[in-house]
């Protein structure tokens, strides 16, 4: 079984909105309808759970309703941080999920996410335990301590940019929240950064330029775009 656990529990105040970035309108429909959608429309998917901001819960559920997402299983009260957050929803799939399910956490504010990209990592996944949304770092990399000067390049070859959605066998994830609280880790704000902290080795899957997350404003005209890209084909 392949669950997708949706991180939707954040306000997101760059964007500067009145409402959380996941639930902002894009020509009429809610952010976080459109990265649902493409979960929804996956064949694989068995169900989706979402962390979601406490007070938005009904209308996510209303949204679902509306947008006809029938695979929402589950809304479950997010964290204070990021690692408070998935590890509620990893916890709340305890009675659902066996060890060896896949578990897929994607950001509710990556909405450009694709079939391809969502196969590959459960595929990853299954074979390695890990499926991590990953491209190659295309820039110049310098290490700065203070953001205004740098004096030793890091090389392109060794840097991967992770994004997700991230897939992991559903025991082992669990695994990691259980033992970062035995240990007392905290603020990891990504199960892959826990991973690391804890020592595990992490696999890539197939990533894309176009999964932009949407932080600030200039990540939702990029999204439009994208959006206005995709419709033109489809008229052609």
């Known amino acids: 079984m392949n669950i997708a656990l949706i991180l939707a529990g954040g306000y997101g105040s760059r964007t500067q909105q009145d409402v959380p ?44 309703r509306q947008y006809r997402i029938t695979k929402l299983k589950w809304v479950v009260k997010g964290g204070n941080d990021g690692q408070e957050s998935t590890q ?18 994607h950001d509710a504010i990556r909405p450009f996410i694709t079939e391809e990209v969502i196969s590959d990592a459960i595929l990853v996944c299954q074979r390695k335990g890990t499926g991590l949304s990953a491209v190659r770092c295309q820039e110049t990399i310098v290490r700065t301590e203070d953001g205004l000067s740098g004096d030793e390049n890091i090389g392109r070859q060794e840097i991967m940019r992770v994004q997700t959605p991230q897939a992991y066998l559903y025991g082992k994830a669990l695994w990691a929240y259980e033992e970062a609280e035995r240990r007392g880790i905290k603020g990891e704000v990504y199960i892959n950064t826990l991973m690391l902290h804890l020592g595990e080795r992490v696999y890539f899957s197939k990533g894309t330029e176009k999964n932009v997350k949407i932080t600030t404003i200039d990540d939702l005209e990029v999204f439009k775009a994208l959006l206005n890209m995709e419709r033109e084909d489809w008229i052609k």
């Open 21 to 64: 970035k996941q639930f902002m309108n894009v020509y009429e429909k809610p952010l976080i309808i459109y990265t649902l959608e493409n979960f929804e429309r996956h064949p694989d998917i068995h169900g989706i759970a979402v962390v979601c901001l406490e007070g938005w819960h009904e209308v996510l559920k209303a949204y679902a």
């Open 88 to 105: 509620k929803g990893i916890e709340a799939l305890k009675s659902i999920c066996h060890e060896d399910d896949v578990v897929i956490v």
